[in-house]
C-alpha cells in the first residue's frame, strides 16, 4: 500500500469506523485513541461556537449529529478556527433529516455570525460628531441580517415549529469594547443598512431620500426626522462609521 493509500485509509476510518475497514496493520487501541481524540476536537469546537443548538439538543442527539458531520461532510480548510463555516455549510447543503428543527439553519448562521465576527481581524472609531454630514458605510464588524424565525430568541423554552408571518431582522456588531452585540431592527432600518453597505460613502441624507422612495407610504418629514435618529443611534453604536475610521 503507497503512502498516499495509507493515508486515505487512515482518515477514513478515524471519520467513520463503523463503515471503513481498520488500515492494515494498525493497532485497535491506537487507532480508537485517534479516532477519539479526532472526534472530541471537532465536537468540542461545534459546541463552543454553536451553543445556543448544542443546549436545544440532548447528548444522543447532539453526538449524531457531530459524528454525521464528521463522517460526511469534506471541509475544504485545515484551519480549526473555520470548522464552523465548514459545518454551517454541511447544514446549507449536506444535511438531510426530516426531524432536525425547522430554523436549525438560520440559528446555525446567526451564531457563526456571531463567533466569526468575535475574532475577525479589524478595528474602528465611533463617529460621534458631524454624523449627518459625514460620508458613511457599515462597520466591517457588523453584519446585516433577515431570517424567517426569531432566532435571537430561541432557547430550550421557545422552539418555534411555524415561521411567523413578519420576518426578522438584525444587526450584528462588535463594538468599542470588543463585545459581540446584536440589535433587532424593523424592515425601514434593515433596508437603510442595506443602502449604506451597498452604496458606501453618502451622507445619510442621500440615503434617507432613497429610504423615502422605497417606504413611498410614510410620510417623508416623518422619516427623515426619524432616520436622522436612526442613523446617530448606528453611530453611537459603531455599527455606521466614516470611511476614514474603518
Keep these: 500500500m503507497s503512502f498516499q493509500a495509507h493515508q486515505r485509509a487512515f482518515a477514513a476510518y478515524i471519520r467513520n469506523p463503523n463503515q471503513n475497514p481498520i488500515p492494515v496493520g494498525a493497532n485497535n487501541e491506537r487507532m480508537a485513541v485517534y479516532r477519539e481524540l479526532f472526534f472530541n476536537n471537532v465536537t468540542g469546537f461545534l459546541t463552543a461556537n454553536f451553543p445556543v443548538l448544542h443546549r436545544l439538543m440532548d447528548d444522543e442527539a447532539w453526538h449524531t449529529l457531530a459524528q454525521d458531520f464528521f463522517s460526511e461532510h469534506i471541509c475544504h480548510t485545515p484551519h480549526f478556527s473555520e470548522i464552523s463555516e465548514e459545518f454551517l455549510s454541511y447544514l446549507q447543503h449536506e444535511r438531510q433529516c426530516t426531524t432536525d428543527f425547522p430554523f436549525m ?28 454630514e459625514t460620508p458613511l458605510r457599515l462597520s466591517n464588524l457588523a453584519s446585516v441580517l433577515a431570517y424567517q424565525f426569531p432566532v435571537h430568541q430561541i432557547s430550550p423554552h421557545f422552539l418555534p415549529t411555524v415561521a411567523p408571518e413578519q420576518a426578522t431582522f438584525l444587526v450584528v456588531y462588535r463594538d468599542v469594547h470588543e463585545e459581540v ?13 442595506q443602502l449604506i ?13 432613497q429610504l423615502s422612495q422605497l417606504f413611498p407610504f410614510v410620510n417623508e418629514a416623518v422619516l427623515m426626522q426619524n432616520g436622522e435618529e436612526i442613523v446617530k443611534n448606528l453611530a453611537m453604536r459603531g455599527v455606521v462609521v466614516s470611511m476614514n475610521s474603518c
Excluded: C, R
Design 105 to 132: 439553519v438560520e440559528l446555525a448562521h446567526y451564531e457563526w455570525v456571531e463567533m466569526a465576527l468575535s475574532i475577525a481581524h479589524g478595528s474602528f472609531s465611533l463617529l460621534i460628531d458631524n454624523v449627518m
Design 197 to 209: 453597505q451597498e452604496q458606501p460613502d453618502q451622507v445619510a441624507q442621500i440615503y434617507l431620500k
Design 181 to 193: 452585540q446584536f440589535l433587532e431592527i424593523t424592515p425601514l432600518t434593515y433596508q437603510l443598512l
